[in-house]
């Protein structure tokens, strides 16, 4: 587990909301691979303050954190710290999760099963502008590219089930009145959860999200 090839030293903000995991990834990164861990952070909100402060060469993202979610947080990296690489490290491989890191601008993404010197590798990958995948993770690349893209089932996951379910409705030609309706929601209700909606896809508005979703599956049985 201690046998990757010294690189040049990184400067790394870890985020991931469980200390201990936290703690073994900085011994792991100083002792074994010769980096510099510059912060901790264990919410994606404290993730971006620490890159914001630090300016670090990587991130290492967990997906699953409170306050906000390590697919924000990636976005939020990619979008105001382009300097700044991600490597996500989850314990997640479900296709939804990795197709949304990679749209999120990850340039890498590694399971936490993953031995010490592969994800070693993969920090040094990544700070040098490249893409890197697990073993795992690299298969479902490979499969999405011949076999066609993730079903619509668990699409977006960064949104909660009844925005899922607000956001299928719209790109099957729904009106928000109609949406209301079917889904026993106060159209106030539904023009808040559009807005979240657009937010957390990033989207800069109703046209451009409706594409998303029916890229994604979403809409099928029409208005």
Do not use: W
Not at 93 to 105: I, M, T, Y
Request: aromatic content about 4%; glycine content about 10%; some cysteine.
């Amino acid at each position: 587990m201690t046998d990757a090839e010294p690189g040049p030293s990184l400067r790394v903000v870890l985020a991931d909301d469980h200390p201990l995991f936290r703690h073994g990834l900085r011994q792991l990164l100083e002792q074994v691979g010769g980096h510099r861990v510059v912060a901790e952070a264990g919410d994606g909100q404290a993730a971006l303050a620490a890159v914001g402060e630090h300016g670090p060469d990587v991130v290492v993202m967990d997906l699953t954190m409170p306050v906000l979610s390590g697919l924000e947080a990636t976005r939020r990296v990619v979008r105001d710290h382009p300097r700044t690489a991600v490597l996500v490290l989850t314990m997640n491989e479900d296709d939804n999760f990795v197709f949304a890191a990679l749209r999120a601008g990850a340039r890498g993404y590694v399971l936490k099963g993953c031995e010490g010197a592969e994800f070693l590798r993969a920090v040094s990958a990544v700070a040098a502008g490249e893409a890197l995948f697990g073993p795992a993770v690299a298969a479902r690349i490979s499969s999405f590219l011949s076999g066609g893209p993730p079903s619509a089932q668990g699409a977006f996951p960064e949104l909660s089930d009844r925005e899922r379910e607000v956001l299928d409705a719209l790109a099957a030609g729904r009106s928000n009145a109609e949406i209301a309706r079917r889904l026993c929601l106060s159209p106030k209700t539904v023009k808040n959860y559009i807005t979240s909606i657009f937010d957390k896809l990033q989207v800069a508005g109703r046209a451009e999200a409706i594409v998303r979703a029916r890229e994604a599956g979403l809409g099928r049985e029409g208005p």
